[in-house]
T-cell receptor, first 114, second 116 residues
């Protein structure tokens, strides 16, 4: 069964460093999302991406964040200068189409900023 | 205002019994979707069940069923014949369809513990 994959599973970084989180969505999916979950809290939407551009972003997704689909398979989230409060689990999700289709989540990347 | 409310931070259930996890939602859009996800201690988010706002019948997937009461804006998850492996966090989520990117809005979750 096709699944969303994410790498790395865990990342530890120093405050101020750049991190890139990688995702490979399900191959025939067209809509891509990043969510984050701070430890013990609810899952929060960051950004959605369709047709090679951002379709919506949340207040959390400030200038420090960017997303890219560099080739036909990968979907990346970059945090330019990490802050302590960026420590969270980051989930990538994808769906085949938008109107009624389920979003399938990857296993997540646990990011720890020291 | 909270769009998705899960009022039970924690629940216990005896193995092999049924359990209902509550979820209420708030939207003025006529078209929306409701989802339940399971998050085990390992952290991944596992899709369980989906209910569309126009669906006439309650959704079912194996031991999971969704008790959808549109007028009351509730979408409770029912797990029948609980198993030890059902112990996890459960999140209710809503997707509003019109004019959005179809992002999911999550509730705060319910931690379910199945007792042997």
């Amino acid at each position: 069964e096709p699944e969303v994959t994410q790498t790395p599973s865990h990342q530890v970084t120093q405050m101020g460093q750049e991190v890139i989180l990688r995702c490979v969505p399900i191959s025939n999916h067209l809509y891509f999302y990043w969510y984050r979950q701070i430890l013990g809290q609810k899952v929060e939407f960051l950004v959605s991406f369709y047709n090679n551009e951002i379709s919506e972003k949340s207040e959390i997704f400030d200038d420090q964040f960017s997303v890219e689909r560099p080739d036909g398979s990968n979907f990346t989230l970059k945090i330019r200068s990490t802050k302590l409060e960026d420590s969270a689990m980051y989930f990538c999700a994808s769906s085949e189409w938008s109107g009624g289709e389920t979003q399938y989540f990857g296993p997540g990347t646990r990011l720890l900023v020291l | 205002a909270q769009k998705i409310t899960q009022t039970q931070p924690g629940m216990f259930v005896q193995e092999k019994e049924a359990v209902t996890l509550d979820c209420t939602y708030d939207t003025s859009d006529p078209s929306y979707g409701l989802f339940w996800y399971k998050q085990p201690s390992s952290g991944e988010m596992i899709f369980l069940i989906y209910q569309g706002s126009y669906d006439q019948q309650n959704a079912t997937e194996g031991r999971y069923s969704l008790n959808f009461q549109k007028a009351r804006k509730s979408a409770n998850l029912v797990i029948s014949a609980s198993q030890l492996g059902d112990s996890a966090m459960y999140f209710c989520a809503m997707r509003e369809v019109p004019g959005s990117s179809y992002k999911l809005i999550f509730g705060s979750g319910t931690r379910l513990l199945v007792r042997p």
